[in-house]
């Protein structure tokens, strides 16, 4: 039997699945992200923890077919990054590097884009060719699969749905420096910010009030019936809900997969999300579903694995 790894490249931490061929997920774990000094340790550390991996389950190099990467950045088909916010590098060839620390095929892609082919292949999106995930963590990722393979672009950055201009009265800047931006909105942060805006405009009374908020305190005070919250939610449903309408109209996904933190909250934040989506859709996308990720962290290793064999595959 074959095996592969899929790993997916964290700010703080480095998720590893070991594969079978077949997507059987043998064992999962994670080693710290060593982010100074340029990250310069970041891929010895993965090369070193993989062939610890490979000795403890007695298999041999001739049975790695090879690695899949997924990156916080956009990234080519040539496994070269630019520039990376969270972990240090600047213009980098992960593949190559990889590939000569290993001696093993590397396939580098997108994290948001690499856990979006992983929902296709094992999760939410099971048998699914054509579909759009959105995760809504800390910012808004996005991935396009179309034809059952990732949205790459020219630049690698094909699938970024959380920087869809949505506001173009926004005065305050987005992560990436421009105005507007989806994320700004729909991220864990943005809900935050929603709510601190609603908690000085309106008057209506909620258990919002006197403490700090987060995405999480809005929709449990969503599911109790509290009035504020219902607006701040309706809020961020016509923000993403619009946007992914948008998407849709060039992508034509059949399933929309909402995945990340906030989507723990469960099924009640695809009920604002579809109320505004079904508002702006165009008529051909009426069939499109939507659905809540299913493999949660273990999304972004299945989808690198999933990478590693599409590409040998071809």
């Known amino acids: 039997m074959e095996y592969c790894f899929g ?14 061929t077949e997507g059987i997920l043998v064992e999962k774990w994670e080693i710290k992200t060593r982010t100074e000094n340029g990250g310069e340790k970041i891929l010895p550390d993965i090369a070193g923890s993989l062939e610890k991996k490979r000795i403890a389950h007695h298999l041999t190099k001739e049975q790695i077919a ?36 290993t001696g093993y095929t590397v396939e580098v892609g997108n994290d948001a884009n690499l856990a979006a082919l992983g929902e296709m ?23 396009v699969i179309v034809g059952g393979h990732p949205l790459v672009g020219g630049h690698g950055a094909g699938g970024e749905i959380g920087h869809i201009c949505v506001n173009e ?5 987005c992560g990436c420096g421009k105005l507007g931006c989806l994320e700004q909105y729909a991220s864990a942060r943005g809900i935050a910010r929603l709510a601190e805006k609603h908690l000085k405009e309106s008057t209506l009374p909620s258990c919002l009030r006197g403490r700090e908020n987060s995405a999480k305190s809005v929709f449990d005070a969503l599911k109790k019936g509290d009035k504020l919250a219902e607006e701040i939610a309706e809020e961020f449903g016509a923000y993403l809900g619009g946007a992914l309408a948008n998407v849709a109209v060039v992508a034509d996904p059949s399933l929309i997969v909402i995945g990340g933190g906030v989507s723990k909250a469960g099924e009640i934040v695809i009920t604002y999300i579809e109320k505004y989506f079904r508002k702006k859709q165009f008529f051909a ?3 499109t579903r939507f659905e809540l990720a299913s493999l949660g962290n273990d999304a972004g290793i299945c989808g690198a694995a999933k990478l590693l064999l599409q590409r040998l595959g071809e």
């Open 7 to 20: 790993v997916d490249v964290g700010g703080t931490s480095v998720k590893i699945g070991l594969f079978s």
């Open 66 to 101: 090879g690695i899949g990467l997924g990156i916080p950045a956009p990234v080519g088909e040539e496994g070269i990054v630019k520039n990376t916010a969270n972990l240090g590098w600047g213009y980098k060839e992960v593949k190559r590097e990889l590939e000569e620390l």
């Open 121 to 143: 292949w094992l999760g939410a999106g099971k048998g699914q060719k054509n579909m759009v995930m959105v995760t809504l963590g800390t910012g808004v990722g996005g991935g």
């Open 169 to 173: 009265t926004e005065t305050k800047p």
């Open 285 to 287: 996308n009426s069939g």
